[in-house]
Protein backbone atom coordinates (compact mmCIF):
# COMPACT_ATOMS: atom_id res chain seq x y z
CA UNK A 1 0.00 0.00 0.00
CA UNK A 2 1.49 3.99 -0.96
CA UNK A 3 1.80 6.26 1.49
CA UNK A 4 -0.85 8.11 -0.88
CA UNK A 5 -3.50 5.68 -0.50
CA UNK A 6 -3.11 5.62 3.67
CA UNK A 7 -3.26 9.32 3.45
CA UNK A 8 -6.06 8.91 1.01
CA UNK A 9 -8.20 6.63 3.54
CA UNK A 10 -7.38 9.22 6.52
CA UNK A 11 -8.54 12.06 4.84
CA UNK A 12 -12.09 10.17 3.90
CA UNK A 13 -12.20 9.30 7.56
CA UNK A 14 -12.00 12.50 8.00
CA UNK A 15 -14.31 13.64 5.37
CA UNK A 16 -16.92 11.32 6.70
CA UNK A 17 -16.31 12.07 10.88
CA UNK A 18 -16.60 15.63 9.80
CA UNK A 19 -19.65 15.16 7.88
CA UNK A 20 -21.01 13.75 11.03
CA UNK A 21 -20.17 17.09 12.83
CA UNK A 22 -17.62 15.09 15.11
CA UNK A 23 -15.27 17.12 17.60
CA UNK A 24 -12.64 19.22 15.69
CA UNK A 25 -9.49 18.03 16.87
CA UNK A 26 -10.40 14.26 16.43
CA UNK A 27 -11.15 15.09 12.06
CA UNK A 28 -8.14 17.55 12.11
CA UNK A 29 -5.21 14.48 13.61
CA UNK A 30 -6.77 12.49 10.81
CA UNK A 31 -6.23 15.45 8.47
CA UNK A 32 -2.05 15.85 9.62
CA UNK A 33 -1.80 11.82 9.84
CA UNK A 34 -2.65 12.19 6.46
CA UNK A 35 -0.63 15.62 5.66
CA UNK A 36 2.43 13.87 7.60
CA UNK A 37 2.27 10.23 5.86
CA UNK A 38 2.18 12.23 2.37
CA UNK A 39 5.45 14.03 3.37
CA UNK A 40 7.07 11.54 4.75
CA UNK A 41 10.34 10.70 2.67
CA UNK A 42 9.95 6.97 2.73
CA UNK A 43 7.33 4.59 2.20
CA UNK A 44 5.05 3.86 5.66
CA UNK A 45 4.78 -0.12 4.54
CA UNK A 46 8.99 -0.47 4.95
CA UNK A 47 8.42 0.52 8.53
CA UNK A 48 5.73 -1.09 9.54
CA UNK A 49 7.76 -3.82 8.17
CA UNK A 50 11.46 -3.14 9.80
CA UNK A 51 10.71 -4.80 13.60
CA UNK A 52 13.01 -2.45 14.89
CA UNK A 53 11.01 0.43 14.31
CA UNK A 54 7.95 2.19 15.40
CA UNK A 55 5.69 4.12 13.97
CA UNK A 56 4.75 5.99 16.91
CA UNK A 57 8.28 7.26 16.97
CA UNK A 58 7.02 9.36 13.77
CA UNK A 59 6.13 13.02 14.89
CA UNK A 60 1.88 13.72 14.41
CA UNK A 61 1.63 9.40 14.71
CA UNK A 62 0.19 8.70 17.88
CA UNK A 63 -0.64 4.95 18.97
CA UNK A 64 -4.65 5.39 17.02
CA UNK A 65 -2.99 6.03 13.78
CA UNK A 66 -0.29 4.11 14.08
CA UNK A 67 -2.97 0.75 14.87
CA UNK A 68 -4.83 2.27 11.91
CA UNK A 69 -1.55 2.18 9.42
CA UNK A 70 -0.50 -1.07 10.71
CA UNK A 71 -4.32 -2.57 9.69
CA UNK A 72 -4.40 -0.90 6.19
CA UNK A 73 -0.72 -1.78 5.39
CA UNK A 74 -1.13 -5.34 6.23
CA UNK A 75 -4.86 -6.13 5.33
CA UNK A 76 -5.22 -3.09 2.45
CA UNK A 77 -8.80 -2.46 4.75
CA UNK A 78 -9.73 -0.31 7.68
CA UNK A 79 -12.60 -1.11 9.63
CA UNK A 80 -13.28 2.31 11.04
CA UNK A 81 -13.43 3.52 7.45
CA UNK A 82 -15.88 0.87 6.70
CA UNK A 83 -18.17 1.41 9.65
CA UNK A 84 -18.37 5.48 8.48
CA UNK A 85 -19.17 4.70 4.60
CA UNK A 86 -21.67 2.11 5.85
CA UNK A 87 -23.54 4.69 8.21
CA UNK A 88 -23.24 7.75 5.28
CA UNK A 89 -25.42 7.01 2.29
CA UNK A 90 -23.28 5.90 -0.72
CA UNK A 91 -24.58 9.07 -3.20
CA UNK A 92 -23.35 11.55 0.00
CA UNK A 93 -19.70 9.98 -0.28
CA UNK A 94 -20.16 11.30 -4.14
CA UNK A 95 -21.06 14.45 -3.24
CA UNK A 96 -17.78 14.87 -0.83
CA UNK A 97 -15.49 14.74 -3.98
CA UNK A 98 -17.04 17.51 -5.44
CA UNK A 99 -14.73 20.25 -5.80
CA UNK A 100 -15.76 23.44 -3.97
CA UNK A 101 -17.77 21.22 -1.77
CA UNK A 102 -16.51 20.35 1.62
CA UNK A 103 -17.88 17.79 3.90
CA UNK A 104 -18.77 20.83 6.69
CA UNK A 105 -21.21 22.23 3.76
CA UNK A 106 -22.33 18.67 2.47
CA UNK A 107 -23.82 18.25 5.65
CA UNK A 108 -25.53 21.62 5.70
CA UNK A 109 -27.26 20.79 2.44
CA UNK A 110 -28.43 17.55 3.80
CA UNK A 111 -29.79 18.87 7.16
CA UNK A 112 -31.08 21.69 5.38
CA UNK A 113 -32.66 20.52 2.11
CA UNK A 114 -32.35 17.17 2.31
CA UNK A 115 -29.69 16.85 -0.54
CA UNK A 116 -27.71 13.16 -0.56
CA UNK A 117 -27.02 13.01 -3.79
CA UNK A 118 -25.63 14.40 -6.87
CA UNK A 119 -28.77 14.57 -8.39
CA UNK A 120 -30.30 16.42 -5.85
CA UNK A 121 -27.39 18.69 -5.54
CA UNK A 122 -27.94 20.14 -8.98
CA UNK A 123 -31.64 20.04 -8.28
CA UNK A 124 -30.70 22.29 -5.72
CA UNK A 125 -28.51 24.60 -7.72
CA UNK A 126 -30.66 24.82 -10.63
CA UNK A 127 -34.15 25.89 -8.55
CA UNK A 128 -31.32 28.41 -6.93
CA UNK A 129 -31.89 27.42 -2.80
CA UNK A 130 -28.69 26.49 -2.11
CA UNK A 131 -27.62 30.45 -2.47
CA UNK A 132 -30.18 31.24 0.58
CA UNK A 133 -28.46 29.40 3.11
CA UNK A 134 -26.21 30.55 6.08
CA UNK A 135 -22.54 30.62 4.38
CA UNK A 136 -23.32 29.84 1.42
CA UNK A 137 -24.55 32.78 -1.17
CA UNK A 138 -24.79 32.97 -4.92
CA UNK A 139 -20.94 32.90 -5.67
CA UNK A 140 -20.79 29.66 -3.96
CA UNK A 141 -23.61 28.28 -5.80
CA UNK A 142 -21.82 28.88 -8.74
CA UNK A 143 -18.90 26.83 -7.80
CA UNK A 144 -20.90 24.16 -6.63
CA UNK A 145 -22.23 23.84 -9.97
CA UNK A 146 -18.98 23.88 -11.58
CA UNK A 147 -17.52 21.30 -9.08
CA UNK A 148 -20.37 19.13 -9.95
CA UNK A 149 -19.81 19.13 -13.82
CA UNK A 150 -16.20 17.97 -13.08
CA UNK A 151 -16.98 15.21 -10.51
CA UNK A 152 -20.23 14.12 -13.43
CA UNK A 153 -17.84 13.45 -15.91
CA UNK A 154 -15.92 10.94 -13.71
CA UNK A 155 -12.95 12.27 -11.80
CA UNK A 156 -12.27 8.46 -11.26
CA UNK A 157 -9.25 8.57 -13.90
CA UNK A 158 -6.24 8.45 -11.56
CA UNK A 159 -2.91 11.15 -12.51
CA UNK A 160 -0.71 9.24 -13.77
CA UNK A 161 1.52 10.25 -10.87
CA UNK A 162 -0.51 8.02 -8.62
CA UNK A 163 -0.50 5.37 -10.80
CA UNK A 164 2.87 4.92 -10.87
CA UNK A 165 3.65 4.75 -7.21
CA UNK A 166 0.80 1.87 -7.38
CA UNK A 167 2.22 0.01 -10.76
CA UNK A 168 5.95 0.32 -9.04
CA UNK A 169 4.30 -1.38 -6.08
CA UNK A 170 2.49 -3.99 -7.82
CA UNK A 171 5.66 -4.85 -10.27
CA UNK A 172 7.82 -5.64 -6.90
CA UNK A 173 5.28 -7.67 -5.33
CA UNK A 174 4.78 -9.29 -8.92
CA UNK A 175 8.12 -9.99 -9.46
CA UNK A 176 8.57 -11.94 -5.93
CA UNK A 177 7.02 -14.46 -7.30
CA UNK A 178 9.83 -17.07 -8.83
CA UNK A 179 7.69 -18.83 -11.46
CA UNK A 180 7.12 -15.16 -13.34
CA UNK A 181 9.65 -14.53 -16.23
CA UNK A 182 8.45 -11.16 -17.09
CA UNK A 183 5.65 -8.70 -16.23
CA UNK A 184 5.40 -5.38 -17.72
CA UNK A 185 2.69 -3.00 -17.61
CA UNK A 186 0.91 -1.99 -20.71
CA UNK A 187 -2.19 0.56 -21.67
CA UNK A 188 -2.37 4.44 -21.07
CA UNK A 189 0.07 3.84 -18.04
CA UNK A 190 2.53 2.67 -20.44
CA UNK A 191 1.84 5.74 -22.52
CA UNK A 192 2.48 7.70 -20.50
CA UNK A 193 -1.14 9.55 -20.57
CA UNK A 194 -1.66 12.62 -17.84
CA UNK A 195 -4.48 10.26 -16.10
CA UNK A 196 -5.14 6.50 -16.67
CA UNK A 197 -8.46 4.24 -16.26
CA UNK A 198 -7.32 1.31 -15.46
CA UNK A 199 -4.16 -0.68 -14.52
CA UNK A 200 -3.13 -3.28 -17.33
CA UNK A 201 -0.21 -5.83 -16.40
CA UNK A 202 0.87 -8.33 -19.12
CA UNK A 203 3.14 -11.52 -17.41
CA UNK A 204 4.87 -14.25 -19.45
CA UNK A 205 4.87 -17.27 -16.86
CA UNK A 206 4.05 -21.10 -17.76
CA UNK A 207 1.78 -21.49 -14.69
CA UNK A 208 -0.89 -19.06 -14.68
CA UNK A 209 -2.74 -20.21 -11.92
CA UNK A 210 0.46 -19.55 -9.52
CA UNK A 211 0.37 -16.11 -10.94
CA UNK A 212 -3.24 -15.37 -10.46
CA UNK A 213 -2.79 -16.64 -6.69
CA UNK A 214 -0.12 -14.43 -6.24
CA UNK A 215 -1.51 -11.28 -7.69
CA UNK A 216 -4.63 -11.92 -5.73
CA UNK A 217 -2.43 -11.60 -2.62
CA UNK A 218 -1.42 -7.76 -3.17
CA UNK A 219 -2.36 -6.50 -0.07
CA UNK A 220 -4.74 -3.25 -1.01
CA UNK A 221 -6.98 -5.47 -3.16
CA UNK A 222 -10.30 -5.25 -1.87
CA UNK A 223 -12.17 -6.80 -4.14
CA UNK A 224 -11.73 -9.32 -7.12
CA UNK A 225 -13.82 -8.56 -10.10
CA UNK A 226 -13.44 -11.62 -12.08
CA UNK A 227 -11.14 -14.18 -12.80
CA UNK A 228 -10.71 -16.59 -15.64
CA UNK A 229 -7.94 -18.93 -17.03
CA UNK A 230 -5.52 -16.45 -17.91
CA UNK A 231 -7.37 -13.10 -17.02
CA UNK A 232 -7.71 -11.75 -13.95
CA UNK A 233 -9.31 -8.13 -13.04
CA UNK A 234 -8.63 -6.80 -9.39
CA UNK A 235 -10.02 -3.25 -7.63
CA UNK A 236 -7.99 -1.94 -4.98
CA UNK A 237 -9.39 0.11 -1.81
CA UNK A 238 -8.93 3.46 -3.97
CA UNK A 239 -11.26 2.13 -6.21
CA UNK A 240 -8.72 1.55 -8.83
CA UNK A 241 -9.04 -1.71 -10.89
CA UNK A 242 -6.24 -3.73 -12.20
CA UNK A 243 -6.34 -6.16 -15.16
CA UNK A 244 -3.94 -8.89 -15.21
CA UNK A 245 -3.35 -10.83 -18.14
CA UNK A 246 -1.11 -14.38 -18.37
CA UNK A 247 0.63 -14.92 -21.89
CA UNK A 248 2.81 -17.32 -23.41
CA UNK A 249 6.19 -16.45 -24.71
CA UNK A 250 5.86 -16.67 -28.04
CA UNK A 251 2.76 -13.77 -27.78
CA UNK A 252 4.48 -11.52 -25.56
CA UNK A 253 5.24 -8.67 -27.93
CA UNK A 254 1.89 -9.06 -29.48
CA UNK A 255 -0.11 -8.32 -26.11
CA UNK A 256 2.26 -6.06 -25.27
CA UNK A 257 2.09 -4.24 -28.39
CA UNK A 258 -2.23 -4.85 -28.52
CA UNK A 259 -2.85 -4.09 -24.59
CA UNK A 260 -0.74 -0.78 -24.84
CA UNK A 261 -2.90 0.77 -27.30
CA UNK A 262 -4.07 2.54 -28.25
CA UNK A 263 -7.15 1.57 -29.46
CA UNK A 264 -7.30 4.25 -32.24
CA UNK A 265 -3.92 3.20 -32.94
CA UNK A 266 -4.26 -0.91 -32.77
CA UNK A 267 -7.57 -0.28 -35.14
CA UNK A 268 -5.17 2.03 -37.49
CA UNK A 269 -2.46 -0.76 -37.93
CA UNK A 270 -4.91 -3.70 -38.22
CA UNK A 271 -6.20 -2.33 -41.01
CA UNK A 272 -3.08 -1.87 -42.53
CA UNK A 273 -2.24 -5.55 -41.65
CA UNK A 274 -5.40 -6.69 -43.71
CA UNK A 275 -4.79 -5.29 -46.99
CA UNK A 276 -1.46 -7.07 -46.83
CA UNK A 277 -3.04 -10.37 -46.09
CA UNK A 278 -1.94 -10.50 -42.64
CA UNK A 279 -3.93 -10.64 -39.47
CA UNK A 280 -2.73 -8.81 -35.66
CA UNK A 281 -4.03 -9.85 -32.82
CA UNK A 282 -3.11 -10.33 -29.25
CA UNK A 283 -1.45 -13.59 -29.73
CA UNK A 284 0.59 -12.54 -32.72
CA UNK A 285 1.23 -11.68 -36.51
CA UNK A 286 -0.75 -14.07 -38.72
CA UNK A 287 -0.14 -14.63 -42.60
CA UNK A 288 -3.80 -15.32 -43.63
CA UNK A 289 -4.03 -18.30 -46.56
CA UNK A 290 -6.63 -17.86 -49.21
CA UNK A 291 -8.27 -21.01 -47.47
CA UNK A 292 -8.14 -19.73 -44.32
CA UNK A 293 -5.51 -21.19 -42.53
CA UNK A 294 -3.26 -18.83 -40.70
CA UNK A 295 0.77 -19.33 -40.00
CA UNK A 296 2.44 -17.70 -37.18
CA UNK A 297 4.89 -15.14 -38.41
CA UNK A 298 5.74 -12.87 -35.23
CA UNK A 299 4.93 -11.96 -31.52
CA UNK A 300 7.37 -12.74 -29.12
CA UNK A 301 8.62 -8.72 -28.80
CA UNK A 302 6.64 -5.41 -30.12
CA UNK A 303 9.95 -5.06 -32.49
CA UNK A 304 9.12 -8.21 -34.74
CA UNK A 305 5.13 -7.52 -34.67
CA UNK A 306 6.08 -3.58 -36.10
CA UNK A 307 8.80 -5.20 -38.79
CA UNK A 308 5.99 -7.61 -40.38
CA UNK A 309 4.45 -3.96 -41.17
CA UNK A 310 7.81 -2.63 -42.41
CA UNK A 311 7.07 -0.10 -39.18
CA UNK A 312 9.11 1.18 -36.63
CA UNK A 313 8.68 0.44 -33.07
CA UNK A 314 6.61 3.59 -31.79
CA UNK A 315 7.54 4.42 -28.45
CA UNK A 316 4.57 4.05 -26.66
CA UNK A 317 3.66 8.01 -25.94
CA UNK A 318 2.73 8.31 -29.75
CA UNK A 319 0.54 5.31 -30.41
CA UNK A 320 -2.45 7.41 -30.76
CA UNK A 321 -2.97 7.39 -34.32
CA UNK A 322 -2.17 11.50 -34.58
CA UNK A 323 1.01 11.61 -36.59
CA UNK A 324 3.00 8.52 -36.42
CA UNK A 325 2.05 6.47 -38.97
CA UNK A 326 2.74 9.77 -41.33
CA UNK A 327 6.31 10.41 -39.24
CA UNK A 328 7.28 6.84 -39.94
CA UNK A 329 6.20 6.84 -43.76
CA UNK A 330 8.28 9.79 -44.43
CA UNK A 331 11.19 8.22 -42.36
CA UNK A 332 10.62 11.27 -40.21
CA UNK A 333 9.89 9.76 -36.45
CA UNK A 334 11.01 12.72 -33.80
CA UNK A 335 13.56 11.42 -31.56
CA UNK A 336 11.64 11.59 -28.38
CA UNK A 337 13.00 13.65 -25.43
CA UNK A 338 14.73 12.44 -22.69
CA UNK A 339 15.33 13.08 -19.01
CA UNK A 340 18.89 12.85 -19.23
CA UNK A 341 18.36 15.54 -22.33
CA UNK A 342 17.22 18.04 -19.30
CA UNK A 343 19.96 20.49 -18.49
CA UNK A 344 17.98 23.12 -16.28
CA UNK A 345 15.05 23.85 -14.43
CA UNK A 346 13.73 27.41 -14.76
CA UNK A 347 10.62 27.71 -12.14
CA UNK A 348 11.39 26.90 -8.37
CA UNK A 349 10.18 29.00 -5.25
CA UNK A 350 12.30 29.61 -1.61
CA UNK A 351 10.82 30.03 1.61
CA UNK A 352 11.03 34.04 0.76
CA UNK A 353 7.47 33.08 -0.79
CA UNK A 354 5.49 30.02 -0.60
CA UNK A 355 8.63 27.15 -0.80
CA UNK A 356 9.79 25.19 1.82
CA UNK A 357 13.60 25.65 1.33
CA UNK A 358 16.28 28.23 1.42
CA UNK A 359 17.62 29.90 -1.14
CA UNK A 360 21.29 28.15 -0.70
CA UNK A 361 18.79 24.68 -0.16
CA UNK A 362 17.35 24.98 -3.41
CA UNK A 363 20.68 25.59 -4.97
CA UNK A 364 22.55 22.57 -3.07
CA UNK A 365 19.51 20.37 -4.31
CA UNK A 366 19.81 21.08 -8.11
CA UNK A 367 23.28 20.99 -7.90
CA UNK A 368 22.59 17.16 -6.68
CA UNK A 369 20.43 16.44 -9.22
CA UNK A 370 23.25 18.08 -12.06
CA UNK A 371 21.43 21.18 -13.18
CA UNK A 372 24.00 23.34 -14.82
CA UNK A 373 21.50 26.22 -14.59
CA UNK A 374 18.53 26.96 -12.75
CA UNK A 375 16.37 30.17 -12.00
CA UNK A 376 14.83 30.94 -9.02
CA UNK A 377 11.38 32.46 -9.78
CA UNK A 378 9.71 33.67 -6.36
CA UNK A 379 5.88 34.87 -6.33
CA UNK A 380 5.67 38.71 -7.16
CA UNK A 381 3.70 41.33 -4.54
CA UNK A 382 -0.13 40.14 -5.82
CA UNK A 383 0.47 36.90 -4.43
CA UNK A 384 0.05 37.75 -1.10
CA UNK A 385 -1.45 34.85 0.53
CA UNK A 386 2.50 33.14 -0.52
CA UNK A 387 3.79 36.46 0.92
CA UNK A 388 5.06 37.23 -2.64
CA UNK A 389 7.95 39.96 -3.19
CA UNK A 390 7.40 43.29 -3.89
CA UNK A 391 10.02 45.53 -5.75
CA UNK A 392 12.79 46.03 -2.56
CA UNK A 393 12.53 42.31 -1.70
CA UNK A 394 13.02 40.85 -5.02
CA UNK A 395 16.22 43.19 -5.50
CA UNK A 396 17.42 42.49 -2.60
CA UNK A 397 16.83 38.64 -3.18
CA UNK A 398 18.73 39.21 -6.49
CA UNK A 399 21.85 40.66 -4.65
CA UNK A 400 21.58 37.37 -2.37
CA UNK A 401 21.78 35.41 -5.82
CA UNK A 402 24.47 37.40 -6.76
CA UNK A 403 26.70 36.92 -3.59
CA UNK A 404 25.40 33.10 -3.88
CA UNK A 405 26.57 32.18 -7.26
CA UNK A 406 30.41 34.10 -6.38
CA UNK A 407 30.35 30.54 -3.97
CA UNK A 408 29.06 28.30 -7.18
CA UNK A 409 31.38 27.88 -10.41
CA UNK A 410 29.78 25.09 -10.70
CA UNK A 411 26.19 26.12 -11.53
CA UNK A 412 24.47 29.16 -12.87
CA UNK A 413 21.98 31.10 -11.17
CA UNK A 414 19.30 33.10 -12.93
CA UNK A 415 17.85 35.88 -10.81
CA UNK A 416 13.84 35.30 -11.90
CA UNK A 417 10.75 35.86 -10.93
CA UNK A 418 7.22 34.60 -11.34
CA UNK A 419 5.30 38.06 -11.82
CA UNK A 420 1.62 37.76 -11.39
CA UNK A 421 -0.38 39.11 -14.60
CA UNK A 422 -2.99 41.37 -12.71
CA UNK A 423 -6.63 41.00 -13.64
CA UNK A 424 -7.00 44.81 -14.87
CA UNK A 425 -4.27 43.69 -17.12
CA UNK A 426 -0.62 44.67 -16.84
CA UNK A 427 2.26 43.33 -14.60
CA UNK A 428 2.77 43.04 -11.05
CA UNK A 429 6.28 45.10 -10.79
CA UNK A 430 6.98 47.86 -12.75
CA UNK A 431 9.33 47.74 -16.29
CA UNK A 432 12.68 48.97 -14.52
CA UNK A 433 12.19 46.26 -11.88
CA UNK A 434 11.87 43.26 -14.44
CA UNK A 435 14.40 44.99 -16.83
CA UNK A 436 16.77 43.86 -13.46
CA UNK A 437 16.02 40.43 -13.99
CA UNK A 438 17.91 37.69 -15.80
CA UNK A 439 14.45 35.63 -16.19
CA UNK A 440 10.93 36.54 -15.87
CA UNK A 441 7.91 34.32 -15.93
CA UNK A 442 4.52 35.51 -16.09
CA UNK A 443 1.72 33.72 -14.04
CA UNK A 444 -2.19 34.38 -13.96
CA UNK A 445 -3.15 33.23 -10.33
CA UNK A 446 -6.09 35.49 -9.70
CA UNK A 447 -9.01 36.26 -12.29
CA UNK A 448 -9.03 33.19 -13.57
CA UNK A 449 -12.64 33.06 -14.20
CA UNK A 450 -12.87 35.73 -16.66
CA UNK A 451 -14.63 35.53 -20.30
CA UNK A 452 -12.01 34.54 -22.89
CA UNK A 453 -11.47 38.02 -24.60
CA UNK A 454 -10.47 39.70 -21.10
CA UNK A 455 -7.99 36.65 -20.28
CA UNK A 456 -6.68 36.46 -23.51
CA UNK A 457 -5.94 40.12 -23.82
CA UNK A 458 -4.30 39.79 -20.08
CA UNK A 459 -1.75 36.87 -21.17
CA UNK A 460 -1.18 38.67 -24.71
CA UNK A 461 -0.27 42.37 -23.27
CA UNK A 462 2.65 40.18 -21.01
CA UNK A 463 3.78 38.36 -24.05
CA UNK A 464 3.86 41.86 -25.25
CA UNK A 465 6.24 42.95 -22.55
CA UNK A 466 9.94 43.13 -23.86
CA UNK A 467 10.99 42.16 -20.31
CA UNK A 468 8.93 39.23 -20.31
CA UNK A 469 10.64 36.24 -21.13
CA UNK A 470 7.79 32.98 -20.61
CA UNK A 471 4.58 32.27 -19.58
CA UNK A 472 3.91 29.69 -16.82
CA UNK A 473 1.04 27.12 -16.64
CA UNK A 474 -0.37 29.19 -19.99
CA UNK A 475 -3.65 27.08 -19.37
CA UNK A 476 -4.35 27.06 -15.62
CA UNK A 477 -5.84 23.64 -15.41
CA UNK A 478 -5.41 21.87 -12.30
CA UNK A 479 -6.24 17.94 -13.58
CA UNK A 480 -9.71 16.96 -12.11
CA UNK A 481 -9.75 19.65 -10.42
CA UNK A 482 -10.44 22.94 -11.78
CA UNK A 483 -10.67 23.81 -15.97
CA UNK A 484 -8.27 25.51 -17.79
CA UNK A 485 -8.75 29.20 -18.50
CA UNK A 486 -10.96 30.42 -21.20
CA UNK A 487 -7.76 31.87 -22.83
CA UNK A 488 -7.75 31.14 -26.49
CA UNK A 489 -4.74 29.68 -27.39
CA UNK A 490 -3.90 30.38 -30.80
CA UNK A 491 -3.53 33.84 -30.33
CA UNK A 492 -1.45 33.34 -27.84
CA UNK A 493 0.31 30.65 -29.99
CA UNK A 494 0.59 33.43 -32.31
CA UNK A 495 1.45 35.87 -30.43
CA UNK A 496 4.45 33.67 -28.40
CA UNK A 497 5.68 33.18 -32.09
CA UNK A 498 5.54 37.25 -33.06
CA UNK A 499 7.20 38.30 -30.32
CA UNK A 500 9.79 35.39 -29.72
CA UNK A 501 9.11 33.97 -26.43
CA UNK A 502 8.47 30.42 -25.17
CA UNK A 503 5.84 29.00 -23.16
CA UNK A 504 6.11 26.61 -20.04
CA UNK A 505 5.12 22.85 -19.65
CA UNK A 506 4.85 23.04 -16.30
CA UNK A 507 5.33 19.44 -14.92
CA UNK A 508 3.62 19.18 -11.60
CA UNK A 509 1.85 16.22 -12.12
CA UNK A 510 -1.14 18.20 -11.59
CA UNK A 511 -1.10 20.12 -13.50
CA UNK A 512 1.06 18.93 -16.90
CA UNK A 513 0.07 22.56 -18.56
CA UNK A 514 0.55 22.42 -21.59
CA UNK A 515 -1.14 19.51 -22.56
CA UNK A 516 0.29 16.92 -24.71
CA UNK A 517 -1.44 18.27 -28.05
CA UNK A 518 -0.83 22.13 -27.15
CA UNK A 519 2.86 20.93 -27.06
CA UNK A 520 2.66 19.43 -30.78
CA UNK A 521 1.05 22.82 -31.45
CA UNK A 522 4.01 24.93 -30.31
CA UNK A 523 6.52 22.11 -32.20
CA UNK A 524 4.73 22.71 -35.49
CA UNK A 525 4.83 26.74 -34.70
CA UNK A 526 8.75 26.47 -33.78
CA UNK A 527 8.07 28.35 -29.87
CA UNK A 528 10.18 26.98 -27.62
CA UNK A 529 8.74 25.06 -24.78
CA UNK A 530 10.43 25.12 -21.34
CA UNK A 531 9.60 21.85 -19.17
CA UNK A 532 9.94 23.31 -14.99
CA UNK A 533 9.49 21.83 -11.65
CA UNK A 534 7.62 24.95 -10.34
CA UNK A 535 9.26 23.35 -7.01
CA UNK A 536 7.83 24.81 -3.72
CA UNK A 537 10.41 22.32 -2.01
CA UNK A 538 13.96 20.57 -3.02
CA UNK A 539 11.97 17.37 -3.27
CA UNK A 540 9.48 19.12 -5.75
CA UNK A 541 12.61 19.29 -8.48
CA UNK A 542 11.98 15.73 -9.29
CA UNK A 543 8.76 16.12 -10.77
CA UNK A 544 10.84 17.05 -13.61
CA UNK A 545 10.19 13.38 -15.65
CA UNK A 546 6.44 13.67 -15.56
CA UNK A 547 6.79 16.48 -18.24
CA UNK A 548 9.89 14.87 -19.70
CA UNK A 549 6.62 12.49 -20.62
CA UNK A 550 4.35 14.87 -21.45
CA UNK A 551 6.45 16.48 -23.47
CA UNK A 552 7.32 12.73 -25.08
CA UNK A 553 3.78 12.49 -25.67
CA UNK A 554 3.54 15.88 -27.63
CA UNK A 555 6.30 14.29 -30.13
CA UNK A 556 8.77 17.19 -28.55
CA UNK A 557 12.37 15.94 -29.35
CA UNK A 558 15.73 17.64 -27.02
CA UNK A 559 15.27 20.37 -30.16
CA UNK A 560 11.95 21.83 -28.91
CA UNK A 561 12.51 22.30 -25.39
CA UNK A 562 14.89 25.31 -24.54
CA UNK A 563 16.63 24.21 -21.25
CA UNK A 564 18.40 21.07 -22.67
CA UNK A 565 20.36 23.70 -24.39
CA UNK A 566 23.95 24.24 -22.86
CA UNK A 567 24.17 27.13 -20.77
CA UNK A 568 25.96 29.34 -23.68
CA UNK A 569 23.70 28.37 -25.91
CA UNK A 570 20.50 29.17 -23.90
CA UNK A 571 21.57 32.65 -22.96
CA UNK A 572 22.16 34.04 -26.85
CA UNK A 573 18.11 32.53 -27.44
CA UNK A 574 17.65 34.73 -24.23
CA UNK A 575 18.93 37.74 -26.14
P1 LIG B 1 -7.69 3.68 -19.79
O1 LIG B 1 -7.57 2.43 -19.02
O2 LIG B 1 -9.09 4.14 -19.98
O3 LIG B 1 -6.84 4.78 -19.25
O4 LIG B 1 -7.14 3.44 -21.28
P2 LIG B 1 -6.39 2.17 -21.88
O5 LIG B 1 -5.83 2.62 -23.19
O6 LIG B 1 -5.46 1.58 -20.91
O7 LIG B 1 -7.60 1.21 -22.21
P3 LIG B 1 -8.04 -0.22 -21.64
O8 LIG B 1 -7.51 -0.47 -20.28
O9 LIG B 1 -9.50 -0.29 -21.82
O10 LIG B 1 -7.40 -1.24 -22.65
C1 LIG B 1 -6.01 -1.40 -22.77
C2 LIG B 1 -5.62 -1.50 -24.20
O11 LIG B 1 -6.19 -2.66 -24.79
C3 LIG B 1 -6.12 -0.36 -25.07
O12 LIG B 1 -5.28 0.75 -25.05
C4 LIG B 1 -6.13 -1.02 -26.43
C5 LIG B 1 -6.49 -2.44 -26.14
N1 LIG B 1 -7.92 -2.63 -26.36
C6 LIG B 1 -8.87 -2.71 -25.45
N2 LIG B 1 -10.07 -2.90 -26.01
C7 LIG B 1 -9.85 -2.90 -27.35
C8 LIG B 1 -10.69 -3.05 -28.49
O13 LIG B 1 -11.90 -3.19 -28.39
N3 LIG B 1 -10.08 -2.98 -29.70
C9 LIG B 1 -8.74 -2.81 -29.81
N4 LIG B 1 -8.20 -2.76 -31.02
N5 LIG B 1 -7.95 -2.68 -28.78
C10 LIG B 1 -8.48 -2.72 -27.56
CA1 LIG C 1 -6.00 0.76 -18.87
CA1 LIG D 1 -7.95 -2.45 -18.75
ZN1 LIG E 1 5.38 28.96 -9.52
Known sequence: MTNQEIAAAFEQVADLLEFQGANPFRVRAYRNGARKIVDLGERVSEIVADESRQLTDL??????????????????????????????????????????????????????LGVESLDQLRAACDQQQVRDLKGFGAKTEEAILKGLAIAEQGDQRTKWAKADEIVTEVLEHLRSEKSIKRVEPAGSYRRGCETVGDLDFLVEATDAVKVMDHFGNYPGIVEVIARGDTKMSVRLASGMQMDLRVVPKESFGAASQYFTGSKAHNVELRGRAKQRGLKINEWGVFQVETDGTETYLAGRTEKDVYKTMDLPCFPPEIREDREEFQWAEAGKLPKLLEQKDIRADLHMHTNATDGKATLEE??????????????ITDHSQRVSMANGLDAKRALAQWKEIDKLQKKHDDIRILKGIECDILEKGGMDLPDDVLAQADWVIASVHYGQNQPSEQITERILGALENPHVDIIA?????????????????????????????????????ARLDLHDQHCAAARRLGIPIVISTDAHSTGGLDVMRYGVLQARRGGLTAKDVANTLPWEKFAKLLN
Do not use: C
Request: aromatic share 4%; proline share 6%.
Open 59 to 112: DGIGKDLAEKIEQLVTTGRLTQLEELQSQVPGTVLAMLRVPGLGPKKAAVLFKE
Open 362 to 375: MIAAAKERGLEYIA
Open 473 to 509: HPTGRLINRREPYAVDMDQVFNAAVKHKKMLELNANP
